[in-house]
């Protein structure tokens, strides 16, 4: 039996699996530490490793860089999995001229969202929700602009 295999067998899961879930629970624990545990998305508080998701804040898949925006770590959110994007598979259709805000949760004009461009393609989140979401962040020092900072400055 080779030591991988072995691993297994005493882990009743392959071990693969299981460092995957230790590396989750170490990470969630340290995001708790550093009370970066509240979903860039609902902003409540996650509350259980199983609700952890890790999401790309600006979409990285058909954007201009995608390897960059993949990689770089200040792209990088958490959320709860049932708020993140990606698992949005349905797309909401109200009434015409109105798109589905995830965040107030209702069909609102789509002239109260921000303007689609080729960076952006859409959002799924109204104007309004959009500046209180950032105002709550930058109140705690959590947009992507301050952790940045925070790197450059710990360099
Ligand atoms: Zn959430
Ligand atoms: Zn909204």
Not at 18 to 33: M, N, P
Not at 52 to 69: K, M, T, V
Request: aromatic share 8%; with cysteine; hydrophobic share 30%.
């Amino acid at each position: 039996m080779g030591i991988n295999q072995k691993k297994s067998a005493q882990l009743g899961m392959s071990y693969g699996k299981a460092s995957g879930i230790l590396r989750k629970s170490i990470l969630f624990w340290l995001i708790q530490e550093l009370g970066w545990d509240t979903c860039c998305k609902c902003d409540k508080l996650i509350e259980t490793v199983d609700e952890l998701s890790i999401e790309h804040i600006e979409p990285w898949l058909d954007s201009d860089d995608p390897i960059a925006l993949f990689f770089r770590l200040n792209n990088i959110g958490f959320s709860h999995v049932c708020c993140n994007r990606q698992h949005r598979t349905t797309k909401k259709i109200g009434p015409p001229g109105t798109q589905w805000c995830w965040a107030c949760k209702q069909f609102k004009d789509v002239s109260v969202f921000p303007k689609q461009t080729s960076r952006h393609r859409w959002s799924d989140e109204c104007r309004e929700c959009h500046t209180i979401r950032k105002r709550k962040l930058r109140a705690k020092g959590r947009t992507a602009a301050d952790r940045r900072r925070n790197v450059d400055s710990a360099e």
